[in-house]
Every structure is written in structure tokens, then in C-alpha cells.
């Protein structure tokens, strides 16, 4: 299991990012629209650095278990490609996206907040949460964020992963 080793040894392996959304891109609230749109908030500092990150050429894959159409145009928005929605195959979807790259279960870091992202992160190299994640969640992830989900959480690992890698910070094209 990944959490064997410290968190700072495991980010130079990472060559791909995966997240769940609600609970992680979201504090997991949902308001019920009349029209029965479930409208969501998300943090833009997440939002950049998921841009950054693709922007230096990480895959990035969202996997949900959520149907709404917004969080696709959300995504494909910050250049996100491989945006799995109404998954509840987690693992199928994981599974799609690292064939598809050639990554090995390994060089992924996953972020998930409950239940539902159990099994698909007790496969990958580097498990994340939320600092408000289930219990469960946070006994098998390497790392624990300082930041609640849809509070900076997704920022906070992509950061760190693209620090280490000398990544971030201004470049060439515009990107801070």
C-alpha cells in the first residue's frame, strides 16, 4: 500500500492526475434546482491548477459517479479530456484512462473523499483526500490535504507535484 512510504518520495512517480468531483472539486453540497439541475460550487484556485497541469502535460481524468452535464463543460473548459461521468465502475474507468496514456497504477495520483473511490484507490500509487474525507478514506490515502474538499485540496496535491518537478511557476506561455 503507498502510505508505506512518505508522501514527498511518492510525488516524483506521479505522471497523471485522477479525481472524483463531489467531496473533492466540491464541499459536497448540492442545491436542488427547481428545474432539478443539482447546482454545485468549486474552487477557482483548483480550477487553475488543474489548468496548469494539463497546460505541462499531465493526463487528468475525472471520475464520477454524478450525471451533470455542467461539471463535463466545467472541465472540458480547463482542458480536461477524459471526463467519466454516471461511473460506478471506478476501477473500469481508471483502468480506460491508464491504458489509454500507457501509465502504470503507480504513477497516478487519485483523490477521492468516501466511499465510492475505495477500490479505486487501494490500486493507485498514490492515494489522496480531503482533509474532511470518511475515515476510511483518509486510514488508506498517503497523504491527508490540509483543505477541505472544494476548498483547495486539488491545488494543494497538483502544486506539490508539480513543485517537485520543477512545474510550477511562471513560464513561457502565460501560466503562474
Known amino acids: 500500500m503507498a502510505n508505506k512510504k512518505n508522501f514527498k518520495e511518492l ?30 460550487t468549486s474552487n477557482t484556485r ?6 496548469v497541469a494539463v497546460e505541462r502535460g499531465f493526463p487528468i481524468a475525472i471520475i464520477s459517479g454524478g450525471k451533470s452535464e455542467s461539471v463535463r463543460d ?3 473548459g480547463l482542458g480536461v479530456t477524459d471526463i467519466y461521468l454516471g461511473t460506478h465502475d471506478k476501477v473500469d474507468a481508471l483502468e480506460d484512462f491508464r ?6 497504477l ?4 487519485y483523490m477521492g473523499d468516501d ?3 475505495y477500490e479505486v484507490m487501494s490500486r493507485v500509487g498514490v492515494p489522496t483526500c480531503p482533509r474532511d474525507a470518511t475515515p476510511e ?9 490540509s483543505y477541505n474538499g472544494g476548498k483547495g485540496c486539488v491545488r494543494d496535491v497538483i502544486e506539490q507535484v508539480l513543485r517537485v518537478k520543477g512545474l510550477w511557476g511562471p513560464s513561457s506561455n502565460g501560466l503562474q
Open 11 to 40: 510525488l516524483p512517480q506521479v505522471k497523471a492526475f485522477a479525481f472524483d468531483v463531489d467531496g473533492v472539486f466540491t464541499d459536497g453540497t448540492v442545491i436542488l434546482h427547481p428545474s432539478g439541475d443539482m447546482l454545485r
Open 46 to 51: 483548483d480550477g487553475y491548477a488543474v489548468h
Open 115 to 117: 466511499m465510492p473511490d
Open 74 to 76: 466545467r472541465f472540458k
Open 99 to 104: 491504458f489509454k496514456y500507457g501509465i502504470e
Open 137 to 145: 478514506i483518509q486510514q488508506i490515502s498517503a497523504y491527508i490535504s
Open 106 to 109: 503507480s504513477e497516478i495520483l
